[in-house]
């Protein structure tokens, strides 16, 4: 049983519970609004549960002097509790324009996503849901990567389904207007690693050869990786916000409907600007990293230019060059995939985007990396 006590009974709620005739009763009384002193609701749903032998469950309210969203979220909690009981329920003694609200609430679900709820679940129950969950995603994954390689089959076809118009658009945002973030990140990591390298090389006379670790850093690595983190966190996540939005939206299902595949018309347009463009952005990315390390080189060092350029010309071989592409190809593959995913698999809120847009950026620098790991090993494997 839960009461509330005190001197004015209609200021103050109150919640009483009782068994009659085999029937959970649950009678309100006083003011059940914003400010009113409110009874242990958590005490009211115990005394529920300690009839475990009840058939239904029925209100009475003639004492309720009035109410608001709390009387609902406490009606609410009671019912869940007589759902969990599997009680039959009686809702006529609620207050006029209750009944049709709580038949509304129960009708419209929240959204997931909407809100953060604290686990409190035991430690094997947690791991089990963790498990179950990544096993729902991997395959998942697996439709998705699916869908995508019969839209890049269809396009190979020529019946691919996409707006050409759109492409172009997409490949100017993730080229051209890409283009001063990469020159100044690329000559900042340029002119860091000749820094570095001439801090030990100054020590033995050998400062010429700061432009053979620059030159081979960038070209057959550092230049693929930086460009590909910062499309990784400005393109990838810029895909997984605009098509988690549509998703929120009711976008996605609408191209469903109208008998266009998503996959074709969304994703494809989108993985062929990153995968074209992001080897012209590796390459250009090379020479503003090498241009840092020509100036560290020339103000720093007091190399001449010609002699630094030659030494760079005849230190960084070819091969270092396709190995940086194919570093850059790869990357840009992984960063569409990881951008178009999460925002096709992204939930029906804001909150949604957000933790979409989020795990697109993790998602993609992590792929960036592992990838990284994987060619380098074949590259050693193979002698490259």
Not at 31 to 52: F, H, K, Q, T
Not at 75 to 89: D, G
Not at 112 to 127: D, F, H
Not at 316 to 329: D, E, K, Q
Request: aromatic share 6%; proline share 3%.
């Amino acid at each position: 049983m839960a009461k509330g006590t005190g001197n004015s009974a209609a200021e103050k709620a109150a919640c009483q519970v009782t068994l009659e005739g085999g029937d959970l009763l649950v009678a309100f009384a006083g003011s059940w609004r914003v400010g009113s002193e409110l009874p242990d609701a958590e005490a009211a749903r115990r005394s529920m549960r300690s009839y475990p032998a009840a058939k239904a469950l029925r209100f009475e309210c003639a004492q309720v002097t009035g109410w608001d969203s709390l009387f609902l979220s406490t009606c609410r909690a009671m019912l869940a509790v007589a759902a969990e009981m599997k009680l039959t329920v009686d809702t006529s003694g609620l207050p006029p324009g209750v009944e049709s609200l709580l038949d509304l609430a129960a009708k419209v679900p929240e959204r997931k996503g909407a809100a953060r709820t604290a686990s409190s679940a035991p430690l094997l129950e947690r791991i089990g849901d963790w498990t179950l969950t990544a096993r729902d995603n991997f395959l998942s994954l697996l439709e998705f990567i699916g869908e995508v390689a019969l839209a890049c089959v269809s396009l190979a076809k020529g019946r691919a389904v996409y707006q050409r118009s759109t492409l172009w658009s997409l490949i100017k945002q993730t080229g051209i207007d890409a283009v001063p973030i990469v020159s100044l990140i690329s000559l900042l990591v340029g002119l860091i690693l000749a820094f570095v390298g001439a801090i030990q090389l100054r020590q033995f006379g050998a400062q010429i050869y700061v432009s053979t670790i620059v030159g081979i850093a960038m070209v057959r690595v550092m230049g693929a990786i930086m460009t590909g983190i910062i499309m990784a966190g400005r393109t990838g996540a810029a895909f997984a916000a605009e098509l988690g939005t549509m998703q929120v939206n009711e976008e996605i299902d609408a191209l469903r409907t109208f008998g266009f595949s998503p996959a074709e018309f969304l994703v494809l347009p989108r993985v062929l600007a990153l995968v074209l463009m992001m080897p012209l952005l590796c390459i250009y990315a090379d020479l503003m990293g090498i241009l840092g390390g020509f100036i560290v080189g020339v103000v720093m060092l007091d190399i001449n230019p010609l002699q630094y350029l030659h030494s760079t010309w005849n230190s960084v071989p070819l091969a270092n060059l396709w190995i940086g592409l194919v570093h850059s190809t790869v990357f840009g593959v992984l960063i569409a995939l990881a951008g178009c995913y999460r925002g096709m698999r992204c939930g029906r809120s804001a909150l949604a985007v957000g933790q979409a847009t989020t795990s697109a950026v993790v998602t993609s620098i992590l792929s960036i990396i592992i990838a990284t790991a994987i060619i380098t090993v074949v590259c050693e494997i193979i002698g490259v």
